[in-house]
């Protein structure tokens, strides 16, 4: 199930033990959003997790609005799919698809590091040992640390691909990928996913709460 899912679901159980008009048939109205802001106090739900809810139906009702839509299932599945965390499991699920394992570690790499793009070729074999990778910003030395989880998952990457040293993300000449090559690569990728192929860049993984660790499992 996709991270907001349970969001809506909320939602629609609200409406259904509600008196309002059925959810298939209008928009939302504030006062709904406030009743349902209420459904979860009566409901126990902790105060943050009720907040969360909220914002996310607040987007809801926006999306709506902007997509002159009635509220419907169909609407909340568009609502859903156009979720960034949505997007992101569904760029990882179709990579793992595609056996694309290089996409898979990028993604995430992008989503819970502050590296960038152009930044890739600093992530090498020697740096995966230490954990550290060390980049060359505004004339100093930045470190980026790299998770546990996802150290695991590059060591098993380069033992597949055979990397004994050097850049772990590189041309088959050895040279690193660059900027316009990782960009539509990206970009490919969502086409496949079915999401906005504008919305997809390393900087909104970044915004994103990535809940989801996504293994390979390599042939």
């Not at 568009?78 to 990028?106: C, D, H, I, W």
Request: aromatic share 10%.
């Amino acid at each position: 199930m996709l991270p907001e899912a349970g969001k809506t679901g909320s939602f629609q159980r609200f409406y259904k033990k509600s008196d309002i008009i059925c959810i298939m048939t209008h928009s939302l109205t504030s006062s709904e959003i406030k009743q349902f802001q209420s459904y979860l106090m009566d409901s126990n739900v902790k105060l943050n997790t009720a907040k969360k809810y909220v914002r996310d139906v607040k987007k809801l009702a926006h999306f709506l609005s902007d997509q002159t839509q009635t509220l419907s299932q169909n609407s909340l599945d568009a609502f859903l799919k156009s979720l960034p965390e949505a997007g992101y499991e569904a760029l990882l699920r179709t990579a793992l698809e595609q056996k694309n394992y290089r996409q898979v570690l990028m993604i995430q790499i992008f989503a819970v590091t502050d590296i960038r793009m152009n930044e890739l070729c600093y992530l090498t074999v020697e740096a995966l040992d230490s954990g550290v990778i060390k980049v060359p910003r505004a004339g100093e030395s930045f470190e980026i640390f790299l998770p546990q989880d996802l150290v695991g998952d590059l060591y098993e990457y380069i033992d597949f691909q055979e990397i004994s040293e050097g850049i772990i993300f590189c041309t088959r000449k050895g040279t690193p990928l660059d900027r316009s090559y990782i960009w539509k690569q990206m970009k490919e990728l969502a086409v496949d996913a079915g999401i906005d192929p504008d919305k997809v860049y390393p900087q909104n993984l970044k915004r994103q709460l990535v809940r989801s660790h996504f293994s390979v499992t390599y042939p």
